[in-house]
């Protein structure tokens, strides 16, 4: 993958479900494009949520087999489709994990991507992911970037370069110290953390609900 080559939101989104899905889903991975176009639509453990249209997605697919991210699995009935992104980018597992968190969930502190990675790699402890975090900083071109913190914001969070520079709030941007500023810059903040709480809520009643039908309780 070229430094010239800048994802869009939704390629980004296709090949962080992709990865996601090879480690959460293994026995239905390769995707089809039904389970693709589920994945990028899905509600929780996703920011921002998307409804990308079928036709939508292929587009997208299609852009990423051209930068050889994404192949398509031949012998099957129904087309099926995994990733290449360790070898396309040149990185080991940890980082594709590392990646694939934040272009599904959006940037995020290293504490964060330590347990919203856990079921990709399982990470020992947090300087572990800041280990890996600063190596994708330093590629040419660099992968991540520790955005600055921002007001109310106790640890800084890291964003992916995947679909070019992240855009800031205005307000994390600014320099001042205007009451009203910083209002908006904590709102923002809890927005985030609350839309990340929400998400979090969203797995854990999918998962108890596949346990309670496992145990016929359901």
């Not at 087309?79 to 994990?97: C, E, I, K, T, Y």
């Not at 855009?167 to 320099?175: V, Y």
């Not at 500023?181 to 927005?191: C, P």
Request: charged letters at 20%; proline letters at 5%.
């Amino acid at each position: 993958m070229g430094a010239d080559l800048t994802l869009t939101p939704l390629e980004a989104r296709v090949l962080g479900v992709l990865v996601e899905k090879q480690h959460t889903v293994p026995d239905t991975y390769p995707l089809s494009l039904n389970a693709l176009v589920a994945g990028c639509n899905q509600k929780t453990a996703r920011a921002p949520v998307m409804e990308a249209a079928e036709s939508d997605v292929l587009v997208a697919v299609d852009s990423l087999k051209a930068h050889h991210l994404v192949n398509t699995v031949s012998g099957t009935r129904v087309a099926r489709f995994d990733h290449n992104m360790a070898r396309v980018l040149g990185v080991p597992s940890q980082s594709v994990a590392l990646l694939a968190t934040l272009m599904l969930r959006g940037p995020q502190t290293a504490a964060e991507l330590r347990l919203n990675t856990e079921r990709l790699h399982r990470f020992a402890d947090i300087s572990s992911v800041e280990a890996f975090l600063d190596e994708l900083s330093e590629k040419t071109p660099a992968r991540v970037v520790k955005l600055p913190r921002g007001p109310g914001e106790r640890e800084a969070r890291w964003a992916h370069l995947l679909c070019g520079e992240p855009q800031l709030p205005a307000a994390s941007m600014a320099t001042g110290t205007d009451a009203g500023t910083v209002a908006a810059g904590e709102l923002a903040s809890l927005r985030t953390e609350v839309a990340r709480l929400s998400a979090e809520v969203g797995e854990l009643k999918a998962a108890l609900a596949e346990v309670k039908r496992e145990l016929g309780l359901a």
